[in-house]
């Protein structure tokens, strides 16, 4: 630890590039980062950090950051910079008036990145609630769903991993999501842990894994169910947990005789002799931590994962379930907002991008009140809330609540600059449950604000002042007594203050919830700390289709898979990062290449049920025969490549041939 | 020319693991914000071997590439200024202030190390992070590298420290059931 080059203060933080939450020295000269390096004394990182964690001072100091409040007509005009930020609002209220008038308040969407940070986020559910619109999209709304919310979360921090005998990850790539928490994995099996991955991908984890198993794209909950079935038959489980424990144990029971280890072999894509080996092991080594990576949580039967790690006694340190970006507890922002009836809709929540989609056909049907108006923070329209942005240009009003001038940007009416994290006090949730306090490093620059800043401002223009009251003595948000507030809205941190927060963080600790300690599930009770004592499981569920038919227009499934250092529009500003890997590329099996005549580099054509992209042919065998992987610019499961100069039924043909 | 093929006496070494390696290109932006290159010069690189098949499965590994530090440097005996220089403890570095970009080293290296910073237009290679070594502290990638596959120290003790890791391993083996 530390630099050779003339610094004049070192400021310790939270890095809030993921959800690992490493701590981070920036050493400062000049109102200038010269170096930024990992804490050794912080217990997550260990000093380690990431390629983005380095790499985020790029963007930050970035010529082209937005600066001022910006308007214009139309998408495609020149934005006039607005005098100030309340002369902004003022216009964006005006505007969402005229929504409203128009389209009604269901019309409204906000899309939450999460780089506008929590305060965005919590308080555009609050804006949302008093607006009258249930559409608030942020990603990592449903990692932890099926956990009962007054129950402490599937397992302990990551640093326990190390304790377990088996870590077994379910699509997670956590080598490249999350590099820092990979190195508890590699120290996990340098201890002499059995490294088990199941993907759709050949991924940078899998290649670190003692067992790795190749399953079809969005089958990876399937694998929980034949996980346990095979747990249950040989008398693996932990019968006084399921007896006690789970409501309807019989009928669950029963549900797994309905499903054959064969028909889940052919849905996972495996063979049974694998499934088999990967059952004795988990029999054999009990303490097993499952690690399921996002994706999972928008497919059905997500709930396996608890109902696995709960049968199978997986209840102590170094074993349970830990569902990647799940760090953040259930905390209620709503509780003093009357619902304005039948305004928050049955359908609320769910996976985001199908949502939106549903939403959007509803309202272009008619069924439900049109689209019509969006604030988009980060760069949400070109991401999870990409189907929105192909029909921003049909929409009234497109205010964009952020730091660069990206794709979403370029689709907006109105900007408002936001600062970025390195220039706001937050209170962060990461992995771990931990709870961190991460100082500003800087004051944000002139004329950028943050999320909690935007929300007052708008608030105060409806009227709404009393359910925003986190006003400073300089007129802006007060950091502090928001996120005050907001640790006491959870049943699970309510005992918490952020100056205890603070000062367990500036001594290189974490706090972790449930602060009252209670709701810790006891390796040595059958009894579930909720309040009856049990849990909903997951049956096993035969599936509709026995075999899944492949789609005649979509022959091929498809992954997009995360980039690590954020896609070209947000990693322009970042081009250390932006150089490492090409999200244009389309990763493609080089036998399903050849079949198409489609060569390494090649230009090709992606087409998919929402919509079509370009991208460059990446012949890698990384991706299976029966699928493709994006980076970007495409969501659904299946797909159709092609040459760009040849017509879809041939491929179609091509692609129909090789299967049958 | 003799001046060039130094005995070098207190060499530290960086030691890349393989095994360890998992391709997340941390080492590689902790020496742009180290050195303050632009987009364009690789100076450590990451290349990524495979997937192929091995014994019916497949693999994938990670191959760290940076500056050799020669013996006997090419690049060194190429420099027309002699800003490429090494160093008594091992370091092969350009001098920027003698360096003029005329890329002769780059032509001379066998392994295609030293690269042209376009924003400068100097050239851009690992310099073993002298500055920061001359003040005890590591190079920038292996202090950053998550999982450790990056170690610096005496020839030594990087051994002695794989010696150390692989045995742990040996003795765990027994030490359970």
Known sequence: MGTRKLYDRVVSTICQECTVGC????YVQDDRIVDIQGDEAHPVGRGRLCAMGTAFLQAFDNPDRIQAPAVRESPQGQFDQMEDWPAALDALADALRKVRERHGPESLVIGCDPEAGPDFYYGAKRFARLWG?????????????????????????????????????????????????????????????????????????????????????????????????????????????????????????????????QSLADETGLSVDQLDELGRLLAARRNTTVITGKRLAYLPHYGIWLT?????????????????????????????????????????????????????????????????????????????????????????????????????????????PASAWAERDTLCFNNDRAVQWAPKIFDPKPGCRSGLDFWIGLAQRFGWEEFFPWIGDDGQGDRRAFFNWLLKQSSVTAGLTV??????????????????????????????????????????????????????RFPLGLEVSPVVFRDRNTGFWWPWTRELVNDQIVQINPITAQKLGIENGEEIVVEGPTGDMQGTAGLTRMVQERMVAVHRGLNGNRVLVRKRDMPSEEAIDILREATT | MNAVK?????????????????????????????????????????????????????????????????????????????AMQKRDDGIVFSDPDLCIGCQTCAVACPYGVPQLNTANGKIAKCDGCRERVDRGLWPSCALKCPTGALTYGTRESVVQDRRHRAATIIAQSFSKP
């Not at chain 1, 077994?168 to 088990?196: C, N, Q």
């Not at chain 1, 919830?513 to 997951?538: H, N, Y």
Request: aromatic share 6%.
């Open chain 1, 23 to 26: 701590g981070l020295l920036a």
């Open chain 1, 499 to 552: 100056d205890q927060v603070t000062s367990v963080t500036e001594s290189h600790k974490t706090v972790t919830w449930p602060s009252d300690g209670e709701r810790v599930l006891k390796p040595d009770s059958p009894v579930f700390p909720t309040a009856d004592g049990k849990i909903v499981p997951q049956d096993a569920d035969s599936p509709a289709e026995p075999e899944p038919q492949p789609d005649e």
């Open chain 1, 133 to 261: 619109t249930p559409y608030v999209f942020e990603p990592f709304e449903e990692p932890r769903a099926p956990w009962p919310p007054d129950l402490n979360a599937p397992s302990g921090p990551s640093s326990d991993w190390i304790r377990s005998r088996v870590l077994l990850l379910v699509e997670s790539d956590v080598a490249s999501t999350h590099p820092i928490a990979m190195s508890w994995i590699m120290e996990a099996r340098r201890r002499g842990a059995k490294i088990v991955v199941a993907d759709s991908r050949f991924t940078a984890t899998m290649s670190k894994a003692d067992v790795g198993l190749l399953i079809r794209p969005q089958s990876g909950n399937r694998l929980g169910t034949a996980i346990l079935k095979m747990l249950l038959e040989s008398d693996s489980c932990r019968t006084d947990l399921i007896e006690a424990g789970f409501s309807e144990p019989a009928s669950w029971r029963e549900s797994f005789s309905t499903v054959t280890l």
């Open chain 2, 6 to 82: 130094k005995k070098v006496t207190k060499k530290n070494v960086l030691l890349a693991d393989s095994s360890l390696c998992i391709g997340c290109f941390s080492c590689q932006v902790a020496c742009k914000l180290e050195h303050d290159l632009p987009q364009g010069p690789r100076t450590v690189k990451i290349i990524r071997l495979g997937p192929v098949e091995r014994n019916g499965n497949l693999v994938m590994d990670y191959l760290h590439q940076t500056c050799l530090h020669c013996e006997e440097p090419a690049c060194v005996y190429a420099c027309p200024t002699g």
């Open chain 1, 308 to 416: 696995l790690s709960a049968a199978a006694g997986w209840v102590a340190p170094g074993a349970g379930w830990y569902p990647l970006d799940s760090g953040r507890p259930e905390i209620d922002v709503l509780g003093d907002i009357e619902e304005e009836s039948g305004k928050i809709l049955d359908w609320l929540y769910g996976d985001h991008h199908t949502l939106a989609t549903y939403a959007l056909e509803k309202g272009i049907s008619g069924e439900h009140p049109p689209l019509n108006a969006v604030i988009a923070s980060g760069n949400c329209l070109e991401t999870f809330l990409a189907i929105l942005g192909r029909n921003a240009p049909d929409m009234d009003l497109i205010a964009h609540f952020g730091s660069y001038p990206n794709g979403t940007y370029s689709l907006s009416h109105m900007v408002f």
